[in-house]
């Protein structure tokens, strides 16, 4: 008996001890290799040097003008104070195939008259849709009644549409009565019912990418961003909510108003977890979701952002976020191509390559422009095929 015991016991201890050894390994090494221990023999890079030239060939099919015209849900033009500038934004739209941009600026009410009369004496009339922000600040009672009562002047005054909501909401906005103002709170349920009355979009941006609310070390995806840009930086719990808090306040104010069409920005920064979008959408059939900036995240998993796309075809916005013409073409090349191991725009988004996800022609012309105009009715159709 004891003889049989003895070696399955070593055997046992000897592979939890191998187990526990390749638990502490990191990530991407699953022994020890013979050169454990030894250091390199020149200094080593650092993570903004190394940028290694890739050695794999395969077919390039760079996409600079879209396939279909497109409308930018998610623009950030600079400030449109007259015909000039609206004229330098729409010379850079027309070569990408960019047809129509929305300006998400969160204009103030009091700015839309003088931005329209820019867009209407500029050689881009109609190509360029105004949103209107709303006034959260010191939000106190009866403020509800007092923005929903705006929204429905701005909204005859000709804004299509409320955006961006800025992610301050949520995470720094403050009430009158100095606590933060929370996504969720009832207050605003006038504003958001306005907004279902009248059948213009939503536009929301919430919290940042999780990564941001996470501890600043080396397992961290974000590390560099963060060392770059001290106020991405949300780890201080007794300043910011967590990352969840925030979740947790969006998803109780779409639950609360199901009639509002809401259009969440960045994917609602879910982009590198689909399903839980997916679950979102099919929980709230008013809810639609923008792609800007997350594009990193589209382009690392190639096949299950393709089926998402193919079987979310309905509710997926195009948008861009920061105005940049010549980053557009990477997200033509993503959508359109079924390209490999592609160079992404930013090194501190992501330290990884791009694919391509090949879009059938019926699912890109709704992301493209379809699901906008259809949200958007103000729009001039005109310019884009059936
Ligand atoms: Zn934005």
Known sequence: MMKRFIPVALAVLTLSLGYVAAQQLPPGQIRPRPAEGRDPEFPPPNIREYKPRSTLVVPQHPVPRAKFPVIDFHGHPPRLTGPDQVNIVGDSMSPLNLQVMVNANSTPSNRLQEEYAAINASKYKGRMVEFVGLDLRNVGPGSGQKIAAQLE???????????????????????????????????????????????????????????????????????????????????????????????????????????????????????????????????????????????????????????????????????????????????????????????????YHAFWKLYGIGLPDDVLKKVYYKNALRLVPGIARGAFPN
Do not use: C
């Open 153 to 347: 002047a701005d909204v005859k005054a000709g804004a299509m549409g409320i955006g961006e909501i800025m992610k301050s909401f949520g995470l720094y906005q403050r009430k009158a009565d100095g606590t933060r103002l929370k996504l969720d709170d009832p207050e605003l349920d006038a504003v958001w019912e306005k907004a279902a009355d009248l059948k213009i979009p939503v536009f929301i941006h919430v919290a940042d990418p999780s990564e941001f609310f996470q501890p600043i070390d080396y397992h961290n995806e974000r590390w560099l961003e963060l060392a770059l840009y001290a106020d991405r930086r949300y780890q201080d719990r007794s300043r910011f909510p967590s990352f969840e808090d925030l979740m947790g306040e969006r998803d109780r104010l779409f639950a609360r108003h199901p009639r509002t069409i809401w259009v969440l920005a960045h994917f609602g920064w879910h982009a590198n977890d689909l399903a839980r979008l997916g679950k979102m959408f099919d929980q709230m059939p008013n809810l639609h979701s923008e792609l800007g900036a997350v594009l990193y995240d589209i382009g690392r998993q190639p096949r299950t952002a393709h089926d998402f796309f193919v079987k979310y075809q309905d509710r997926i916005l195009f948008g861009k976020d920061s105005y940049q013409p010549d980053e557009y073409p990477y997200y033509w090349r993503v959508f359109e191509t079924n390209d490999e191991y592609f160079d992404y725009y930013r090194d």
